[in-house]
């Protein structure tokens, strides 16, 4: 019986490699994905902390602005105080007694002082 012999130009190469797609999940492609969100995440807080910034400054401004408007009105309020201080000592005593040797509006200076501080 005659033996078998390989076909004439040899077998074909044997197929030992898997030709499939890499299975699970590709790290390279979660860490992109991260760095995009966190890129997007840290623009816009700095867009938030540059916003905040800006209306600090705008809120600071605003409040220098308002300083000559209040001072006006703690100076209306002080002088209708004293006028009417000088109404009430006028009708109490019968007389005005003059305590500065001017007419000038000085402002009166109060300091709170504890009862109990010793000297």
Do not use: C
């Not at 044997?14 to 797609?21: A, C, E, F, M, S």
């Not at 220098?64 to 105080?81: G, N, S, T």
């Not at 019968?94 to 500065?100: D, Q």
């Amino acid at each position: 019986m005659p033996q078998d012999m390989p076909p004439t130009g040899g077998y074909e190469p044997v197929q030992y490699k898997r030709n499939l797609p890499a299975r699970g999940f590709r790290a390279s492609y979660y860490l992109i994905g991260v760095g995009l969100i966190m890129t997007y995440g840290f623009y816009r807080l700095g867009i938030g902390i540059r916003e905040r910034n800006e209306l600090g400054r705008e809120k600071m401004w605003s409040r220098i602005h308002l300083i000559p408007l209040l001072q006006a009105e703690e100076d209306r309020d002080q002088v209708r105080r004293y006028l009417a201080d000088k109404a009430r000592e006028k009708e109490l005593l019968g007389s005005e007694t003059k305590v500065y040797h001017s007419d000038r509006f000085v402002r009166p200076t109060f300091a709170a002082v504890p009862k109990d501080l010793t000297k």
